[in-house]
């Protein structure tokens, strides 16, 4: 075995990830040993509470004060599993200058704080991992920042969001409603500890930052991300998308245009042939197009405790494998060198152009649709598809449901507001963005 002593490890959060990074090192830790060139053994662990945690602790010395283990001179690699933004950036950022390579599972830290966090590597020398942070298992991040390292990268556009998608799975195949979809994925693990971050796109729009910065290179801007949940996607507007050859997907999208780059993450129709549009359940995959490679679709499980420490426990072996590296020659955390990041433009929402879905319900009288289409017509707003809906016998307004060909947001929104002015419609106008995903 290696000359080397093993490399000590201190986790900070021993709740599902952690648990799972301590099972999967415990039971994969000879291959992992023969991968890394070291032994890699956790000696130092905190946690809020100790008594529930289900980690396998043997062995290790154990506190509920994260600063003793980023304090620990024994200790080479912090791994931070706690999640939320303080006190995981102060102990973070105390790791790093305590000399220490860090590994985190944290979107929202990296999110918001990556490029203070990298500065501050840099300064110190040393790594910070967070394969983890994006499409759990999926090894999304090596995949783009080392594997596609080749290419002009157009575009990215992702399922991010398990519990999002578990839940839109369940309401298209099996019928179930949200809050009944919502509790079963919390049982299973998938859920943020605040739910809400998964349901309105806070989560898939954390980890969309940090695909758009290794992408295009450019800095971390979270407060860019233009962001809509799944919240008012209906069990109609699922089966009417279903209707029309679509699936409603929650999608993170990241794309480069002429003007600059647009990041959003909204729920979307996309084409029931794509293979997107089959990611079911919890299950995760991104789609990236480059301009040597095409496109490519990387497809996994994007939550739960194993897949997640599958990539914690990756870039952990990454570390021990640089430790003697020359910082210079490490892999760039947003994979260009840090002071060759681009200055592109996020561009505002109003200046993205998308096809669309709109839903609406309109009285059942004549008239009624020649207003809207006159709406659409002098916005310059032109129609795909139109499907009108027939209403229960006794209902005084029928469902009307279009797909409307690309415009710019801020043209659909003045059309939009127009006819939610209508007498005869029921505010509010039901609109989910439209993605081809084809080769542009
Ligand atoms: N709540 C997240 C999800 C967990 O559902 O995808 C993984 O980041």
Redesign the pocket.
């Known amino acids: 075995m290696s000359a080397y002593p093993p490399v000590k490890i201190g986790i900070l959060g021993l709740g599902t990830v952690g648990g799972g990074v301590t099972r999967v090192l415990a039971r994969n830790a000879e291959e992992i040993s023969r991968r890394a060139g070291r032994e890699i053994a956790i000696t130092h662990a905190a946690a809020r509470n100790l008594d529930t945690t289900t980690a396998n602790t043997a062995g290790i010395k154990l506190t509920e004060e994260g600063l003793e283990v980023v304090n620990d001179p024994d200790v080479s690699i912090v791994v931070e599993l706690m999640g939320g933004c303080e006190p995981a950036r102060t102990f973070v950022l105390r790791a790093l200058a305590n000399g220490k390579h860090v590994v985190t599972a944290n ?1 929202a830290l990296i999110a918001l704080h990556g490029n203070e966090i990298f500065a501050a590597a840099r300064a110190a020398g040393v790594m910070v991992g967070f394969e983890a942070a994006v499409a ?1 298992g999926i090894p999304i991040i090596k995949a783009i920042r080392e594997g596609l390292a080749g290419n002009r990268l157009e575009w990215v556009a992702g399922i991010i ?3 999002a998608n578990f839940i839109l799975t369940q309401m298209r195949s099996k019928g179930r409603d949200f809050p009944e979809a919502l509790a079963e994925a919390q049982k299973l693990g ?3 500890a605040n739910p809400s971050f ?1 349901i309105e796109g806070m ?1 898939a729009a954390h980890k969309l930052t940090i695909l758009a910065s290794i992408t295009f290179g450019i800095p971390l801007q979270f407060d860019k991300v233009y962001i809509e949940g799944i919240g008012r996607v209906t069990h109609d507007d699922v089966a009417y998308a279903t209707k029309l050859g679509y699936r409603i997907k929650h999608l993170g999208i990241a794309r480069r245009d002429e003007n600059g780059v647009q990041l959003r993450v909204h729920p979307t129709l996309i084409p029931q042939r794509q293979l997107l549009a089959n990611v079911n359940g ?1 299950m ?1 995959a991104v789609l990236v197009k480059g301009d040597a490679v095409g496109q490519s679709l990387f497809y996994g499980a ?2 739960g405790a194993e897949p ?1 420490a599958s990539a914690v426990v990756a870039d952990i072996i990454d570390v021990v494998r640089t430790l003697t590296a020359d910082p210079e020659n490490r892999v760039p955390h947003l994979a260009f060198q840090p002071d060759a990041l681009s200055d592109l433009p996020v561009l505002p929402i109003d200046e993205v152009e998308t096809a669309c879905y709109l839903r609406l319900l309109a009285q059942d009288r004549p008239g009624v649709l020649a207003d809207v289409t006159r709406i659409l017509a002098d916005c310059g707003i032109s129609i795909e598809a139109f499907v009108q809906k027939e209403a229960p016998p006794t209902a005084s307004e029928v469902p009307v449901v279009m797909l409307i060909n690309p415009v710019k947001e801020k043209r659909m929104n003045q059309a939009i507001a127009a006819i939610e002015k209508l007498a005869s419609i029921r505010a509010p106008v039901m609109r989910i963005r439209l993605e081809y995903l084809d080769s542009d």
């Open positions: 979107k759990g969001n398990g519990t998938y859920a943020e998964d989560d919890v995760n994007g939550a997640t």
